[in-house]
């Protein structure tokens, strides 16, 4: 029986031609894996959001925001719609510990997460510290953008107790008070006691 020699250049061929093979194979595998859940819309579709410890399901178009979900739909009017873009903060939610602008954030991206809203603070009459405090030291004018710096505020008390200053101003620079009670809404969160660690 005759050897055949194989040349360096044919060895690396025939390697080549398989690594080629495994790494299309492979792309596709990756590829069907990275595909997700199946797409939603553009018709209504079934949301299930949780809302200060309650569920509550609704049909709502993937388009939908968080905001218009909760006031429109579920009659949830805490949260204001002011500039309906992300500027001004008066939609604030705390949304497992951090806030985020609820006109910013669909309905079908907050599903299975635990949300909270200024009408979920207080415990029958009785105010939520925070919401005390806006009331003891004036934090609050024409009302359009307290709901979004109580949560803001809560939001920080929950994670920084004791806040300096410049914590609190920055914890809260997110948020817009077009009548000018920023003095008194900076006194409110530097004097809320009793807001239990989040």
Avoid: W
Wanted: proline residues 5%; glycine residues 12%.
């Amino acid at each position: 029986m005759e050897e055949k020699d194989v040349s360096r250049r044919d060895f690396f061929k025939t390697v080549g031609v398989g690594s080629i093979a495994t790494a299309v194979v492979a792309g596709v595998r990756e590829g069907e894996a990275a595909q997700g859940p199946a797409a939603i819309g553009p018709g209504d579709a079934p949301v299930t959001l949780t809302i200060n410890g309650r569920r509550h399901q609704l049909q709502v178009e993937p388009r939908v925001t968080l905001l218009d979900a909760m006031r429109t739909r579920l009659d949830i009017t805490g949260p204001k719609r002011v500039c309906d873009r992300g500027a001004c903060g008066a939609c604030t939610v705390i949304i497992e510990g951090r806030t985020y602008y609820s006109c910013s954030m669909l309905a079908v991206e907050a599903q299975g997460k635990n949300i909270r809203t200024v009408d979920g603070l207080s415990q029958g009459s009785t105010l939520h510290p925070v919401q005390q405090a806006f009331c003891d030291h004036d934090g609050l004018m024409c009302g359009f953008c307290t709901p979004g710096f109580v949560m803001a505020t809560v939001a920080l008390l929950e994670k920084t107790p004791n806040p300096t200053p410049d914590q609190a101003k920055k914890a809260l620079d997110g948020n817009l008070c077009r009548c000018g009670t920023n003095i008194g809404v900076l006194k409110a969160a530097l004097s809320a006691k009793g807001v239990a660690r989040g």
